[in-house]
């Protein structure tokens, strides 16, 4: 293995780490909690992301062998959009799909998939974390979001990234952030490639975030637009992504 040094024993040590652990153990689909409590943990969360940047903000996740892979990569949250759109460009091998990136950049642009297997890409071998306690070895290969930004400029207010995806729960399309912090880190990657093959359906295709320094709720899968905005008070229900909305998780699921 090969690795890289991470935040992960230094902070989930102390009391910054009591926000992640006690969303860890939760049911994601029952538990209900009380306001006082999830701005709390709220507050939390804002402590451990800027503790976690002082102290490494540039550090890399680990990454692995090929030997370390796991045989059993398990496809998690929805493994086919119920949309008719997306199953339309999904029947005709995403030749028909292309993605947007609009919002605060000087450049509104968008991209074929081809045009984005085209761009410089990186491969990397992490592993996955999921919030319900399991993880998983993978190889992902994909375009740095950082170039995609690059390629439409930032304008002076931007802060945040929005993934806005193709599947829904309970009616409402998922959808994810991060701040620029990890938009531009090297190995936050949208990945169109798993394992050697093309990213299958089950796991995002044709395109899902790869964001290696946070749990995979956050690693958006079937992304269909991106979003730069100065502030997430107006998306979704506020709190930077479904999940953060519908139960409480942290917005800054870093590890």
């Known amino acids: 293995m090969v690795y890289r040094p991470t935040r992960r024993g230094f902070l989930t040590a102390g009391l910054v780490g009591i926000a992640p652990i006690v969303l ?80 605060l950049v000087e450049r509104p642009v968008r991209f074929t998939l081809a045009e984005i297997m085209a761009m410089p890409a990186r491969t990397q071998i992490t592993r996955h974390d999921c919030v319900e306690g399991w993880s998983a070895i993978g190889k992902w290969t994909g375009v740095p979001l950082g170039h995609l930004l690059g390629e439409a400029g930032l304008r002076a207010e931007a802060r945040y990234v929005v993934f806005h995806c193709a599947d829904e729960f309970d009616g409402s399309n998922y959808y994810e952030s991060i701040d620029l912090a990890d938009a531009r880190h090297p190995q936050t990657i949208l ?63 870093g590890i």
């Not at 994601?28 to 969360?45: E, Y």
């Open 24 to 103: 860890s153990g939760c049911d994601v689909f029952g538990l209900a909690r009380s306001q006082a409590v999830i701005d709390a943990l709220g507050s939390a969360d804002d402590l451990a992301r800027h503790l976690q940047r002082l102290i490494g903000g540039d550090a890399l996740a680990p990454e692995f062998e090929e030997a370390e892979m796991s045989p059993v990569f398990r496809t998690n949250g929805n493994t086919m959009p119920s949309s008719t759109t997306y199953q339309t460009l999904a029947a005709g091998g995403f030749s028909g799909w292309s993605l947007g990136l609009d919002g």
């Open 191 to 253: 990945a169109y490639a798993m394992n050697g093959a093309p990213l299958s359906i089950g796991h995002g295709a044709p395109l899902r975030l790869r964001v290696e320094r946070q749990l995979g709720y956050k690693h958006a899968k079937y992304v269909m637009q991106i979003e730069v905005v100065a502030s997430l008070a107006g998306i979704g229900g506020g709190r930077g992504g479904y999940w953060e909305d519908a139960i409480g998780y942290d917005w800054y699921a």
